[in-house]
């Protein structure tokens, strides 16, 4: 326990967030025009009662914990997960969770994130938590503690990367893999259904990101294009290897025709190389990711990205936050874990600045 805590006072950004935005809000914003939404952005879980079922581990009485819902994300970089803390702040302590306060847990750059993640999970778990709500950098590693919690009638809500396990309640996310092929059969339709193209990733451990590339290569190859060898170029985020992957790979394909990549810092590497090559023009290039940041959207208008998935984080948080709130306090009972899909946008060089699109990117 004293580990715990001073690693956490030593490397962890604990946001406890007391008395800020005590209203919320529950709208929902869709871009449209040339932007393709996934499905409807669907409402919150609906109240179904107490308990439990299914000889599923019962919620224990809300006495018994802290009466803290704490979340523990990813990181707090890049537009997303920027959005997704947003999300966490206008939920504290609102009226849609009865008052409840709410701590957010973010791994801090620079370090092993993993490893704070996990110390940052166990930290939480020795609080006593009214509910635990966790975005997995490692659906592997991550998997006991969560099942721990579950074992013990904490409500367990994943958000955005699942973890490997059954014991959990919601998962809130984007449909990674249906996204990835819609997008890759898009990318491949615009090629003419021929041409080469590579994909990048952070890590094999990433549920989210395991999705993401499995679902653009099924619609890159079903539309009629050609991976090149190697496989997935994973990189671990580094910026550097991400540029020479990139680069390589440009001088042994220099007739590639796309890049899709799971995170939009690659996009971000990949775009210097194509620059870097001073062969290129932007567009020439496909290179389409997922999410963004500032360096994101002005690539974007520049035309050396050339499409970007907007995922709707903010809403995914805080609805995630919501569905923990009503199985703690037992408005709803548990039940099998549920997959509840949440909205997207396609953005290009030519709807990035369209009035909608904005609304859609920065709802907060």
Excluded at 67 to 90: A, C, P, R
Excluded at 114 to 121: C, D, H, N
Excluded at 148 to 168: E, R
Excluded at 338 to 363: A, E, G, H, R, S
Aim: proline share 5%; charged share 20%; with cysteine.
């Amino acid at each position: 326990m004293k580990r715990i805590l001073a690693l956490l006072l030593a490397a962890v950004m604990v946001f406890s967030f007391v008395g800020c935005n005590k209203g919320s809000d529950n709208s929902s914003s869709s871009g449209s025009g040339s932007t393709t939404p996934s499905t409807p952005t669907p409402a919150p879980p609906p109240a179904t009662g107490g308990g439990s079922s299914d000889g599923l581990t019962p919620i224990r009485d809300q006495s018994e914990s802290s009466g803290v819902i704490y979340v523990v994300s990813k990181g707090n970089t890049g537009g997303f997960w920027s959005l997704s803390e947003k999300g966490v702040l206008s939920m504290n302590k609102a009226a849609e969770i009865g008052g409840t306060e709410v701590v957010l847990y973010n791994p801090l750059p620079g370090g092993d994130a993993l490893t704070q993640q996990v110390e940052m999970v166990e930290a939480a778990l020795e609080n006593n938590p009214l509910a635990l709500v966790v975005a997995a950098r490692d659906m592997d590693v991550l998997a006991p503690l969560t099942d721990k919690a579950y074992d013990m009638g904490i409500p367990v809500v994943t958000y955005d990367s699942d973890v490997n396990s059954d014991k959990y309640d919601y998962f809130f996310a984007s449909d990674n893999v249906g996204i990835g092929v819609q997008v890759g059969k898009q990318v491949a339709e615009q090629l003419g259904g021929s041409g080469l193209f590579a994909v990048f990733s952070g890590t094999a451990g990433a549920d989210t990101e395991l999705k993401r590339e499995n679902g653009f290569r099924e619609g890159l190859l079903a539309g009629g294009l050609t991976e090149v060898s190697g496989g997935t170029q994973y990189n671990n985020y580094d910026d550097n290897r991400a540029f020479s992957q990139a680069s390589d790979m440009l001088t042994a394909n220099p007739d590639i025709d796309a890049f899709v990549s799971a995170f939009m810092v690659l996009a971000l590497n990949i775009s210097v190389a194509i620059k870097d090559k001073d062969i290129y023009n932007p567009g020439d290039i496909i290179n389409v990711t997922f999410d963004q940041n500032d360096d994101t959207l002005k690539l974007t208008e520049e035309g050396w990205i050339t499409g970007f998935i907007q995922q709707d984080p903010y809403h995914m948080v805080r609805w995630a936050i919501e569905a923990a709130y009503k199985l703690a306090v037992g408005q709803e009972e548990r039940t099998a874990k549920k997959y509840v899909p949440t909205d997207w946008i396609f953005v290009t060089p030519d709807n990035v600045n369209d009035d909608d699109v904005q609304k859609f990117m920065f709802p907060a």
